[in-house]
């Protein structure tokens, strides 16, 4: 079978002969899961089926006859599948494998039209996708029955969320404000609010699984794909469980501190191996920053203890809206401040990105000191802006949040932090 596998992908895939043996296997990959199984259809009819498709698809495109016999050969899975099903109903079989069968015959067919037609990777995709869930039945059905009303709420309000709105929003538009046009992107501000939930749900699972202490698991991971969103998630979990106050500045701590991580990863990682110098200048106040955020976060909550935390929900969408309303009222101010600090340059277009993703300006910064554009100390004054402004930002988000512990101990804290930085940077510059 490896054989077989190696040569198919050392032979060009717009070869007829190849797109039909691929269709074919893949065919088998489908039933191989029913075929252990042991229900009324495998591994031979499931490559039949996709070994059908491809030839009728393959008329269809290089003879006039082909469009009838596709369509019959359609027509006769669904037959197929429908006598499945009813053989289920009568007892014979369980009713529901029965038409889980009969639906994966269907899909097994669709797989060899579109590797006949020439969509490799589209018909590669659907047969492991289809696989997986079929090979993953147990662990599906648990999940499900496990879910409570609210769950199955948020879940949904989730998928309208990042699967409705999101495609349905422009990319780019522009705000006319007092005589100036602010270029705005509706989908990346919207993605935050669905980083926001997609967080929230992850918090969710990790909480109940490992309690308070999962909170931080969640704010440094999560920082590490956007620290802004974060707060968004530890804003709504506050709201719910305010004595939970403590574990969630540490995980907006710990999001300050995988935020400057990766922009130190940055920095250093992209300089390495080149005709410039490694940016080293970068290292201790970034380094400073990891080490305060680590060192508070550490401090500040209690770790002796991981009580259970009875969340309400995996994340608010009310929490979750605001959130991107008061992250559109910054993006909006970052722009203004880039237009206001225009003299400024490059530094105030680092302090404006900061407040959207201190990444984007970090890599900007590292591109244009590899280019010759910005000396190491040019670049990594920008970084530290960039990661000042995002650090920054987070606190003015949880000033948002009606608990004034929570909000005092993340101003107080990022304030900390800002020092240690500035500390670490002056001791290496005096």
């Given at each position: 079978?490896?054989?077989?596998?190696?040569?198919?992908?050392?032979?060009?895939?717009?070869?007829?002969?190849?797109?039909?043996?691929?269709a074919g296997a893949l065919g088998m990959f489908l039933g191989l899961e029913r075929e252990w199984s042991q229900k009324s259809a495998g591994i031979r009819t499931?490559?039949?089926?996709?070994?059908?498709?491809?030839?009728?698809?393959?008329?269809?495109?290089?003879?006039?006859?082909?469009?009838?016999?596709?369509?019959?050969?359609?027509?006769?899975?669904?037959?197929?599948?429908?006598?499945?099903?009813?053989?289920?109903?009568?007892?014979?079989?369980?009713?529901?494998?029965?038409?889980?069968?009969?639906?994966?015959?269907?899909?097994?067919?669709?797989?060899?039209?579109?590797?006949?037609?020439?969509?490799?990777?589209?018909?590669?995709?659907?047969?492991?996708?289809?696989?997986?869930?079929?090979?993953?039945?147990?662990?599906?059905?648990?999940?499900?029955?496990?879910?409570?009303?609210?769950?199955?709420?948020?879940?949904?309000?989730?998928?309208?969320?990042?699967?409705?709105?999101?495609?349905?929003?422009?990319?780019?538009?522009?705000?006319?404000?007092?005589?100036?046009?602010?270029?705005?992107?509706?989908?990346?501000?919207?993605?935050?609010?669905?980083?926001?939930?997609?967080?929230?749900?992850?918090?969710?699972?990790?909480?109940?699984?490992?309690?308070?202490?999962?909170?931080?698991?969640?704010?440094?991971?999560?920082?590490?794909?956007?620290?802004?969103?974060?707060?968004?998630?530890?804003?709504?979990?506050?709201?719910?469980?305010?004595?939970?106050?403590?574990?969630?500045?540490?995980?907006?701590?710990?999001?300050?501190?995988?935020?400057?991580?990766?922009?130190?990863?940055?920095?250093?990682?992209?300089?390495?191996?080149?005709?410039?110098?490694?940016?080293?200048?970068?290292?201790?106040?970034?380094?400073?920053?990891?080490?305060?955020?680590?060192?508070?976060?550490?401090?500040?909550?209690?770790?002796?203890?991981?009580?259970?935390?009875?969340?309400?929900?995996?994340?608010?969408?009310?929490?979750?809206?605001?959130?991107?309303?008061?992250?559109?009222?910054?993006?909006?101010?970052?722009?203004?401040?880039?237009?206001?600090?225009?003299?400024?340059?490059?530094?105030?277009?680092?302090?404006?990105?900061?407040?959207?993703?201190?990444?984007?300006?970090?890599?900007?910064?590292?591109?244009?000191?590899?280019?010759?554009?910005?000396?190491?100390?040019?670049?990594?004054?920008?970084?530290?802006?960039?990661?000042?402004?995002?650090?920054?930002?987070?606190?003015?988000?949880?000033?948002?949040?009606?608990?004034?512990?929570?909000?005092?101990?993340?101003?107080?804290?990022?304030?900390?932090?800002?020092?240690?930085?500035?500390?670490?940077?002056?001791?290496?510059?005096?």
């Amino acid at each position: 079978m490896n054989e077989v596998v190696l040569q198919l992908a050392d032979a060009p895939l717009d070869e007829t002969v190849i797109r039909i043996a691929l269709a074919g296997a893949l065919g088998m990959f489908l039933g191989l899961e029913r075929e252990w199984s042991q229900k009324s259809a495998g591994i031979r009819t499931f490559s039949l089926v996709s070994l059908l498709a491809s030839v009728f698809t393959i008329l269809v495109l290089e003879t006039s006859i082909g469009e009838s016999l596709l369509f019959l050969g359609g027509l006769l899975v669904i037959v197929q599948g429908v006598l499945l099903a009813v053989q289920g109903l009568l007892g014979e079989e369980d009713a529901g494998l029965s038409l889980t069968t009969s639906v994966s015959m269907l899909v097994a067919y669709g797989v060899g039209s579109l590797v006949a037609a020439g969509f490799i990777i589209e018909g590669v995709t659907v047969a492991v996708l289809s696989s997986l869930l079929l090979v993953l039945k147990r662990e599906l059905h648990e999940f499900a029955w496990g879910l409570t009303r609210e769950e199955m709420r948020s879940t949904t309000e989730f998928a309208i969320l990042a699967f409705v709105i999101y495609p349905l929003l422009p990319a780019e538009t522009e705000l006319e404000l007092g005589g100036l046009t602010i270029p705005l992107e509706p989908q990346v501000i919207w993605l935050m609010v669905v980083a926001v939930a997609g967080i929230g749900i992850v918090n969710y699972a990790i909480v109940s699984t490992y309690g308070g202490r999962g909170i931080a698991v969640t704010g440094f991971f999560g920082g590490l794909a956007s620290s802004t969103a974060v707060v968004g998630t530890m804003l709504d979990h506050v709201r719910q469980r305010p004595d939970a106050a403590s574990y969630a500045v540490a995980a907006i701590l710990l999001a300050n501190a995988a935020m400057a991580t990766r922009n130190l990863a940055i920095a250093v990682g992209f300089t390495m191996g080149t005709e410039t110098d490694v940016l080293v200048e970068a290292i201790v106040p970034l380094g400073a920053v990891i080490l305060v955020a680590f060192v508070i976060a550490a401090l500040t909550a209690d770790w002796r203890e991981s009580s259970a935390m009875d969340l309400e929900s995996p994340f608010s969408l009310k929490n979750a809206l605001a959130f991107g309303a008061v992250f559109l009222v910054v993006l909006v101010f970052g722009s203004l401040a880039e237009t206001w600090f225009g003299t400024l340059g490059f530094y105030a277009t680092a302090v404006a990105s900061g407040f959207v993703s201190s990444a984007g300006a970090t890599t900007s910064a590292v591109v244009l000191y590899r280019g010759g554009q910005l000396g190491p100390s040019e670049a990594t004054i920008a970084i530290l802006l960039a990661t000042v402004s995002s650090i920054v930002v987070k606190a003015m988000l949880a000033a948002t949040s009606p608990n004034t512990n929570f909000r005092n101990q993340v101003a107080l804290y990022s304030g900390l932090l800002l020092v240690g930085g500035a500390a670490a940077t002056a001791v290496v510059v005096l």
